[in-house]
């Protein structure tokens, strides 16, 4: 979630009424919270079942920098962005290098842990098998 | 968290931590401080310096409220800290729920070799980017508003 206070009036193109297709009015001081995990599950974006792990979508599916933001966007946008994916990029290498498989060692599902940063709260318990 | 009893809570400690937090930072500050007022004086113009490319540098040719700096570099280190063994964290365990997605990062990676091991290959290497992008919307999500220390300016990404 983002929230931002909205400067002046405005009136936000959709996502208001019964169908969600009616035009939004904003008044100036509405503190507005934007959920990223429902834009991120538009299917007319991220095609079928979005919510299932499949990297191999990202090989048809081409978002716009304002329909894809887990790192916000425009001016003040996250500006490690690069550097994230970058250095995690390098120790999941090194792992997928080294390691042929990974167990998981926690039926949980994932449950957050919200502080200075979120992260999850069980941590994250893997095997990892060598051969 | 605590609300108002947050003053019932033993924070010598905490204290402690900020004041050699804010003393490492403002020593980087004042030196940012002292070069652009030395560069000012003797070019009287912004561009030469506006070149640097370091936070502290920058934020010093538009103010001198240390606090304010203060602030700004502390919530870019803040974001910097954590967020990337958050990602890789939650990356694994998503692999660990899909061993054929694993099988076929672990294929791509032995096949790119030592080459990979690059910030630009890394960069572009699209099967680990890929699986970055899916799992980034998926489980990083939860934002937080820090009202009390968060300066304006910066967009918390999902990542911090």
């Not at chain 2, 931590?17 to 940012?32: D, F, G, L, S």
Request: glycine content about 6%.
């Amino acid at each position: 979630m983002l929230g931002r206070t909205c400067l002046q009036d405005t009136t936000l193109p959709m996502g208001g009424g019964k169908n969600q297709d009616q035009p939004i009015y904003v008044k100036k001081g509405t503190f507005v919270v934007t959920s990223y995990i429902a834009m991120h599950m538009d299917p007319r974006v991220f095609g079928k079942s979005p919510e299932l792990f499949r990297p191999s979508r990202w090989n048809e599916i081409r978002p716009s920098q304002w329909e894809y933001m887990p790192f916000g966007g425009g001016e003040r946008a996250c500006l490690g962005r690069e550097k994230v994916l970058a250095e995690a990029a390098y120790v999941i290498a090194r792992l997928a290098q080294t390691f042929a498989r990974v167990q998981s060692r926690d039926d949980r599902p994932w449950k957050e842990l919200v502080r200075m940063t979120a992260k999850n709260a069980n941590g994250c318990s893997v095997g990892l098998f060598s051969g | 968290m605590l609300g108002r009893f947050k003053n019932l809570a033993p924070k010598a400690a905490y204290i402690d931590i900020c004041r050699r937090v804010h003393e490492y930072i403002e020593y980087y500050i004042r030196q940012a401080l002292k070069d652009y007022s030395l560069k000012e004086k003797s070019l009287n113009t912004h561009a030469p310096y506006q070149r640097q490319r370091s936070l502290v540098q920058n934020l010093a040719t538009q103010t001198n409220d240390m606090r304010f700096i203060r602030s700004q570099i502390l919530q870019g280190m803040m974001a910097a800290q954590e967020t990337i063994s958050v990602l890789v964290s939650n990356t694994m365990f998503l692999m660990a729920r899909h061993p054929s997605e694993w099988a076929l990062l672990r294929t791509e990676v032995l096949g790119g070799g030592e080459d990979l091991f690059n910030y630009h290959e890394l960069s572009t290497f699209k099967p680990l980017q890929n699986i970055l992008s899916e799992g980034t919307p998926v489980y990083s999500q939860r934002f937080i508003f820090t009202h009390d220390i968060q300066p304006s300016g910066f967009t918390r990404c999902s990542q911090c």
